[in-house]
């Protein structure tokens, strides 16, 4: 997602500096425009507008705060975009620890996937102060499609992303459980996938990840381990709400059960193959 957002803010004709672990994807940004650099405080401090694309609240903190971190050069009103998928109570944290530095805020959890990214057309479910969105609002165009504006302070934006992502793992689990029953039936798993994604069943997930379970292609677009963290966030926050969350509570314990069968970075649609070996069912691509 990360990688969609720095292209398509190149395309748009800012200048990006982009820090990544990885020296391929600092290789490849420069390949096309960007300037890479080694730690997030080299990146950030001629920045108006700082992205933060990782996978939890701990990597936020620690490219935020820790050794060579954003906040060491990033000039008084920079607009940091929180874009990780985190706990409610872990953004509002980091959002004040970023304004009593003098930064503004937006909390800006993105969904849309990799191709969304690429293309510019991400949504991004957002809060924060007026002003942070007036000065971050042509890099919001440039990457998304849509902005949903939740409040003017950090945490709602949040609190969406934690539904969408009940929703979106559900939804996944449930592929992987209909596709897998489709199989032990001896069901046409391509022919079964084309009749359900034009149906009242389908969904965007079963769309998406039923297609990775017909072509056998589990190369990770968004990892197993990716829903391990989001649906522990549902079910943690849930429980202190007092809320019931029974199906996310199954598609959890799908998911960590993968995760610890080796699966965890695989693509998340690899949750059939533990419902297929359990059930002694065929599936394209798996080797039983």
Known sequence: MGWGAALSLLKAGFAVHGCDVRSEVLARLAENGGTSCITPASAAGDADVIL????NSKQVEEVLFGPDGALETARPATVFLLCATMAPSATKAIAEKLEAAGMLVIDAPVSGGHVRALSGEITVMASGAPEAFDRAAGVLDAIAAKVFRLGDRAGPGSQVKMINQ?????HIAATAEAMTLAAKAGIDLKTLYEVIRVSAGSSWMFENRGEHIVSGDYTPRSAVNIFVKDLGIVTSEAE???ALTPLASAAL?????ASEAGLGLEDDAAVAKILARKSGASLPGVQE
């Open 253 to 257: 314990s799908l998911f960590t059960e």
């Open 52 to 55: 933060v694309y990782v996978v």
């Open 240 to 242: 202190t709400a007092g």
């Open 166 to 170: 009940l929703l979106a793992g559900v």
